[in-house]
């Protein structure tokens, strides 16, 4: 089970991940962007933080609820509406829940991931988040069906995503401010990509800090 409080640690886990590497992250996007991934997403992030004491006691939809319109309004570009999205149709999936089974986070995964698709409109291969997140939720999936526990699971699904983040490296960029270089887009780590990554990877620390 993945606990309201949990989810809790993990916001602020992943903000303090986001701070930290906000200038790589700004570095990434410099190569093949507007070079405000970092930036933007620090800010958004920043608001969550300040958030995080009236979230104590929520069910986890209202938690990443108020979490995705907190991203939206304040995160620029692409990414504002990208992982408001996502935190959005997450939600959706959490409705008066204190807690998360493994099939509940596979169906979280799911959502946030169509939403994305949808707002995005990026596929498999285009050099984005989706690069990330899907390959994850295949592997958990998979995981689950051969019958691990959601601990195991998620570290199956995580190093899926950290695949599928170095797998765009060579990638060229189909959509976004990347896809304007054409050719030259090849080469670099796609900044989205890796902050979808280190969401995943958040979430994992704080299950794993727990013992599962």
């Not at 309201?4 to 996007?29: A, F, G, P, R, S």
């Not at 939600?91 to 986070?105: M, R």
């Not at 959601?150 to 599928?164: C, S």
């Amino acid at each position: 089970m993945i606990t309201q409080v949990q989810i809790i640690e993990w916001l602020q886990v992943y903000t303090n991940v986001i701070e930290h590497h906000k200038e790589e992250l700004t570095e990434l996007d410099a190569a093949i962007g507007d070079a405000d991934h970092g930036i933007n997403m620090d800010r958004g992030f920043k608001k969550v933080r300040n958030l995080i004491g009236s979230l104590k006691g929520q069910d986890i939809s209202s938690i990443l609820k108020t979490i995705s319109m907190t991203l939206i309004s304040s995160i620029g570009g692409a990414s504002g509406p990208l992982y408001g999205t996502w935190f959005l149709r997450a939600s959706a999936i959490a409705t008066d829940k204190q807690e998360l089974t493994s099939q509940d986070l596979l169906n979280l995964l799911q959502a946030g991931l169509n939403g994305v698709l949808e707002r995005g409109k990026a596929e498999l291969g285009d050099k984005t988040m989706v690069d990330v997140l899907s390959p994850a939720l295949v592997a958990y999936k998979q995981a689950l069906d051969q019958g691990l526990d959601l601990l195991p699971a998620l570290r199956v699904g995580v190093k899926a995503g950290e695949n599928g983040l170095h797998a765009t490296i060579p990638m060229l960029a189909k959509k976004g401010r990347a896809s304007y270089l054409g050719e030259r887009s090849i080469g670099h780590q796609d900044p989205g990509a890796t902050s979808a990554y280190w969401l995943l990877r958040s979430l994992l620390e704080v299950v794993e800090a727990s013992g599962g």
